[in-house]
């Protein structure tokens, strides 16, 4: 459920240049940074990269985008 909050001016400007190039709308890009931000704070012994790489499998196996990975033996 939404709710609205205040945030500075200069957060929304940041966020809306950002939200562009990723083709995300504001608020999704300033909750995708909250979500970032959370997960480092949560797990600061791995790296920022991982932790991106994770969030981004979670959403793909969500959204049924897998691939089957077959190792070479």
């Not at 909750?31 to 959370?38: C, H, L, S």
Request: glycine letters at 6%; a neutral charge; aromatic letters at 6%.
């Amino acid at each position: 459920m939404p709710v609205p909050i205040k945030l500075s001016k200069g957060l929304v400007d940041d966020a809306k240049i950002v939200a562009l190039a990723e083709h995300r709308s504001v608020p999704k890009q300033i909750e995708y940074w909250a979500r970032i931000g959370k997960a480092v704070l949560d797990n600061p012994e791995l790296p920022i990269r991982l932790i991106q790489d994770t969030m981004l499998g979670l959403e793909e196996a969500r959204t049924g985008k897998l691939a089957e990975y077959k190792f070479d033996h």
